[in-house]
């Protein structure tokens, strides 16, 4: 990416000479015998009227925030590059391919600069181009074989354009051509080699919009296409290019049966705002006025909530869906590619906890179709300022619990998350005014991350795990969670509590706590850092219903929406316990536990 802005940033500022465009830069020996038919058209302005109409609708802040028709270089780079990478062709809608846009450099006689905007796999061998050029070709856009040039364009040195008429344009290829003919043909020849359907030449004064049409069987072999003279202060080279990615991102979310991988997500239109994600967060980092009115939407956002707060009673909707997934999910999932270091013996032996058997019936009903609500039958957490909302319930189908057994619910719902107040906002420094700020997939992302890496603990360490939807809560808010199996048993603040009544140096104490220390060797092991341990996060389950002490637990552990992992190739065992460690001790401390007695504990 940081090339292709470098690259990006030299435009529209060629070399300041005139410079004519030869009809030796052409090959024309090998295009003997055709025509091309330049028709006047009104192409560039059509599709300016749509996108302008975009841009009313759009809520994607990025291009909410910036004037209707912003002609200096760097907004529209910024917005380009955002609608290009991040939304129109983003590379999670197209399966784990890694397609994305890439922009293809080369140099021309004269001075000029060829450049193609190609959307495909970058790291695909003997890729072919997709016959864009073709009309009804009934060939599928395949990303494992195909790119797909979505525009070409040409730089010239500046004043390199020749005047340009308003009529019809219509010539054969032949050895003696005008350097307009020339560089029109140059053009249509280069978006041939790459069956690209719109190509543009601009030398930074003027610009040549053409839209080449799909061939047709003729003799002579005829190429059809619209072009437009525009002033480049008046549709500067990024606008251009946008109106096309604006054009074919729509057209290609329409083509899903066609195109096998091509982005299916469709524009997010001009609705009030509804979570942090339609916010610009650059955007909300430099400009205080922008992040004034952040709050106050997300005051109105959280008094709305407050005032419909879920009850016991409350019945969510569940929406089945891969919410944390490379093919058709809404967010990619995280994935830590380093290996886990294997546990010692003795935190084997210290962690051989009891099984504790996961619901196939709840798992059945979550792989059907039938639509599922989640009844909440007691509330473990709610309220303002918090970072999740927990519930226990029952999953049911019209009103009836259809599993017996209660599960837990851990909601991510933004309205109700805390955020850096604006005082917080002006003392920090310029770029770490948003440190305090969450997006609910990146929590839940987080979350998911854990459970997939300790999948062999779930039942024993971590509770079981039924999945990552998406709810829609009584008020209508939707919101993503995960289902979670309900643990029974105390949290590990309240069984420290009952310690400070007893011994802490009696053997079954002392036992508790090197279960606990052997307990977080499962995350340091495994490279996952929990950065804000507090005595909630573990819950004790007694080994038997019949147990001689409050130390006869089985400790849990859950809360993993902070929790970071090791990327790269370093093993995560390697990683020293430092900073989480020592904070999970001071926390004992609190509770009586002396230094002597962590110390044995390991």
Known sequence: MTAILEQLLNWPNPPNHRAGV?????????????????????????????????????????????????LDW??????????????????????????????????????????????????????????????????????????????TVICLPRGSLPPLPHEELIFYIKDDMTPLQSIFFSLISRCEDVSSRFGIITDGVHTIFVRVMPSRHRLPPARDVCFQLVASSAYPLAYCIFTVMGYLSRRLQGFDEQLSGAPNIGLSYNDPAREFRDFDMFHLEIDRVMYWKFLQWKNEMATRALSALPRVGSVFA????????????????LRCNSPIWPLSDATRLALDFRLRPMNQDLCAILASQQPLAFDVSEIKQQGPNMWSQVYFGRLGISGEPVVDEEVCLKLFDERLFPVPSLERYDDEEVGFQLSGLRCADVLLRQEESVYARLSTHHGRQLPWCYGFHQFTLSDGQTVVGVLLEKIKGETLGKTLESLKSIQWSTPHALNLLRRIRHLTKVLTHAGIKQPDWHEDQIICVPQAE??????DVDPVMLDFAFATQVWGQEE???????????????????YGASDEMLADAG
């Open 22 to 70: 030869s009809a030796s830069a052409v090959p024309l020996d090998l295009h003997k015998g055709r025509i091309i038919e330049a028709h006047p058209g009104t192409e560039l302005s059509e599709l300016d009227q749509s996108l302008r109409s975009v841009f009313k609708r759009l809520r994607f802040a990025r291009l909410r925030n910036v004037a209707e028709s912003p």
């Open 74 to 151: 760097p907004s529209w780079l910024t917005i380009f590059m955002a609608w290009a990478e991040q939304f129109c062709f983003r590379p999670a809608d197209c399966g784990d391919l890694d397609v994305g846009m890439t922009v293809l450099q080369s140099d021309l006689p004269n001075g000029g600069v060829l450049l193609n905007f190609v959307l495909g796999n970058r790291y695909v061998r003997n890729r072919t181009w997709y016959p864009y050029l073709v009309e009804n070709s009934g060939t599928v856009c395949d990303y494992s074989r195909h790119a797909l040039c979505l525009c």
């Open 318 to 333: 569940v929406h089945r869906r891969d919410v944390l997934s490379l093919e058709n999910g809404m967010f990619p999932p």
């Open 546 to 551: 019949q147990h001689d002490s409050v130390c």
């Open 572 to 590: 995560g065992a390697m990683q020293p316990e430092t900073g989480e460690i020592a904070q999970f001790a001071r926390m004992l401390g609190t």
